[in-house]
């Protein structure tokens, strides 16, 4: 139990498709992460959220959409996405930084995303 | 910017053999410093973490030493073991700033 939960774990989908990706944090963070995990390259920072507030997008394609209701929740929906996009996508949450530099990231584990 | 090197893997070690992963950073700020790990299937785990020069951190017999003369903090265990496989991440998270820079990941495996 990671205390940070992404479902689903696994998802195939086809470029025309719509589908979402949900993380679920039960740790009282206040910011929440999307990063990016493909083979043989660094791990991407999508986005950012600190107190519900988008702080941080790093030129991620608008075909991946982010959505942060509340501080426990977070959500990235994809459409229409290309081949090159399948990776392990990592959800994780923190405390807010500017609080506790030394707080760390707890991750989810992760859903495996296929574009077909 | 701030950015993080870590040794190439992979890394192929023996059962009970000593453990060294080079990691060096730079960094504009007084950086936090994290180690993670990453097991088959699963997310990044916190491994360790130091937050200013000269401390130690230490979990489950690794261990970690922010030396800022160096900007270095590499990752030492005395005796590994099979368990021990896995990726592992060094990271910074510089004052103030919202993202954690990661390395590249360093694979590790370890033979009975």
């Known amino acids: 139990e990671t205390g940070v939960t992404q479902t689903p774990r696994h998802l195939v989908m086809g470029m025309t498709n719509k589908k979402s990706l949900k993380c679920e944090q039960h740790l009282g963070h206040n910011a929440m992460y999307w990063y990016k995990q493909s083979a043989k390259k660094p791990l991407e920072l999508m986005f950012v959220y600190s107190l519900e507030e988008r702080v941080e997008n790093n030129s991620v394609p608008s075909r991946f959409s982010p959505e942060c209701p509340n501080s426990s929740h977070l959500f990235l929906h994809l459409h229409t996405l290309q081949p090159e996009d399948s990776a392990l996508y990592l959800c994780?949450?923190?405390?807010?930084?500017?609080?506790?530099?030394?707080?760390?990231?707890?991750f989810g584990n992760g859903t495996r995303l296929t574009v077909t | 910017g701030n950015s993080v090197t870590q040794m190439e893997g992979p890394v192929t070690l023996s059962e009970e053999a000593f453990l060294t992963i080079n990691c060096t950073y730079t960094a504009t700020g007084y950086p936090s410093l994290f180690w993670y790990v990453q097991y088959p299937g699963e997310g990044l785990q916190l491994l360790l973490k130091a937050t200013k020069a000269d401390d130690k951190g230490s979990n489950k017999g690794f261990e970690a030493t922010y030396r800022k003369e160096t900007t270095s903090f590499h990752l030492e265990k005395g005796s590994v073991q099979v368990s021990d496989s896995a990726v592992y991440f060094c990271?910074?998270?510089?004052?103030?700033?919202?993202?954690?820079?990661f390395g590249q990941g360093t694979r590790l495996t370890i033979n009975p």
């Open positions: 994780a949450s923190s405390q807010e930084p500017n609080r506790d530099v030394g707080s760390p990231l707890h």
């Open positions: 990271a910074l998270r510089d004052q103030g700033a919202q993202k954690l820079v």
